[in-house]
């Protein structure tokens, strides 16, 4: 006889039955939506420069408190972007978390640079300062931190140890569009802020990016690097500071197309007028979640910091199979998502073993010397709290679960609960 304590992995009945209570879908849209879109069609405006581009630049500029956004095509160009308008290239040297997406490291490696990868604190999976401290060379040019699932690095110590060592530091808020650290928004911390608005992303056209920034002068070669090398419209003329772009040139610099469309524009106009409310909701929830969880022995959940106010991208906590009889992470993650009818999965590979970053399979692009290709070689480098976090504890949900009802979130831990109950069975 099945019990009703039987996990549904089993055959028992599941926490949750999605077909009677399905959770939030993703991506939210409305009659604005549908309205713009058609607009943008209607008016043959479909390409870059339009009035919608310029709107959401201002409003996006304003939402995250700097005086430039950019947009671009996605947020994988807008990390490339903002390395080379920094001036960042060959013979340099840049610090990343080995836990992201392969693209932080990547563009590093598509400007010629060399991304060194630093391994994350535990508690949040974001750059561990004193591990940036170690790694700094006299070739050293920047920092990357990574906001990842929303947590921050201690962003204090971080940024001293940048404006100490001269070093520039480019935000990568793919997963922080809102939350603040001492009361300044995720993008306006550091010299430039890389913003995705892919389709998993808080704020999305299904494709986009955003770059932001205070200074005038990247935001000018920000906006020509984005734009064929054209010179801003409204900020033509010659500037030479420091990144080597205009000295021989007052107008044009080399670059490619990666501009974002009125369509995309548009949509993200719709978006960012619901983002704060649905940044609140997922909040709540968050909190809620997270405070439910210290009250379960085995599940830990991320730091969150007094200088901060949140901003919660996918929910993500740890877990401790010790505390569970010793049930293999993975299995957790297999019979919670069978109890919720929710997709559980596991962290980003940590970069120096992850599928998807081989700068070695592209010998024709990145071969340039015998010494760069060892320099870039991911194995290099050693990530124990990345390959942990990775292996034993990570457990990280889509965030629009987040934009349920209190009881969606009692579900969540309910499940928790009940694998922690049948954790021998299973
Ligand atoms: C941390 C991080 N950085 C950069 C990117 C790249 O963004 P995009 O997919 O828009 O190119 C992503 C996308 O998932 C990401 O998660």
């Known amino acids: 006889m099945i019990k009703t304590s039987t996990p549904a992995l089993l055959g028992g009945n599941p926490v949750r039955d999605v077909n009677s209570k399905p959770w939030p879908s993703w991506p939210i849209w409305g009659k604005e939506e549908e309205k713009v879109l058609l607009d943008v069609l209607h008016s043959g405006v479909w390409s870059y420069n ?7 630049n201002a409003a996006f500029a304003s ?26 290239g060959w013979g340099d040297e840049v610090i990343l978390p080995g836990l992201t997406w392969q693209a932080t490291a ?42 990842l699932y929303g947590c921050f690095t201690d962003m204090d110590e971080l940024m001293s140890i940048a404006r100490e060592n001269n070093l520039f530091v ?17 993008g306006s911390i550091g010299d430039i802020g890389s913003f995705s608005f892919q389709l998993s992303k808080h704020l999305t056209a299904g494709e986009g990016g955003a770059l932001t920034t205070n200074d005038e002068d990247l935001a000018s070669k920000l ?69 439910k969880l210290e009250g379960i022995d085995g599940v830990l959940p991320m ?4 200088r901060e106010e949140p901003a919660f991208f996918n929910f993500s906590f740890r877990y401790d199979r010790k505390k569970f009889r010793n049930l293999p992470v993975e299995k957790f993650r297999e019979a919670i998502s ?24 592209k010998p024709s692009r990145h071969r340039i010397t015998d010494k760069y290709w060892d320099q870039i070689n991911p194995k290099r480098f050693s990530l124990p709290v990345c390959e942990k976090v990775y292996e034993q504890q990570a457990i990280c949900m889509h965030h629009s679960a987040l934009l349920g009802i209190t009881e969606d979130m009692d579900d969540i831990i309910n499940a928790i609960l009940k694998i922690r109950e049948s954790a021998e069975e299973l």
């Open 50 to 56: 339009g009035k919608w581009e310029k709107q959401f």
């Open 303 to 306: 730091r969150r910091d007094d």
């Open 338 to 361: 069978t109890e919720l009818g929710l997709q559980v999965d596991t962290c980003y590979e940590p970069l120096n073993n992850a599928s998807l970053y081989c700068p070695h399979t």
């Open 170 to 186: 480019i935000e990568d808020c793919a997963h922080k569009h809102g939350g603040t650290w001492r009361g300044q928004k995720a």
């Open 106 to 147: 990547a563009t590093v490696i598509d400007v010629n640079a060399v991304p060194i990868l630093v391994d994350v604190c535990e508690d949040t999976w974001c750059l561990d300062p004193a591990k940036v401290r170690e790694a700094i060379t006299p070739r050293t040019r920047a920092i990357i931190p990574v906001h």
């Open 223 to 291: 906006d020509a690097l984005r734009n064929c090398g054209r010179r801003p419209e409204t900020a033509a003329g010659s500037s030479d500071k420091g990144a080597g772009y205009y000295e021989d040139d007052g107008n044009f610099i080399q670059s490619g197309n990666y501009r974002i469309t009125e369509f995309q524009a548009a949509l993200l106009t719709c978006g960012l007028k619901r983002m704060p409310d649905q940044n609140n909701l997922r909040d709540k929830n968050a909190s809620y979640l997270n405070e």
């Open 63 to 88: 939402y995250v408190g700097t005086k430039h956004c950019i947009s671009a095509v996605n947020g994988t160009v807008t990390l490339q972007l903002a390395l080379e308008a920094l001036g960042i």
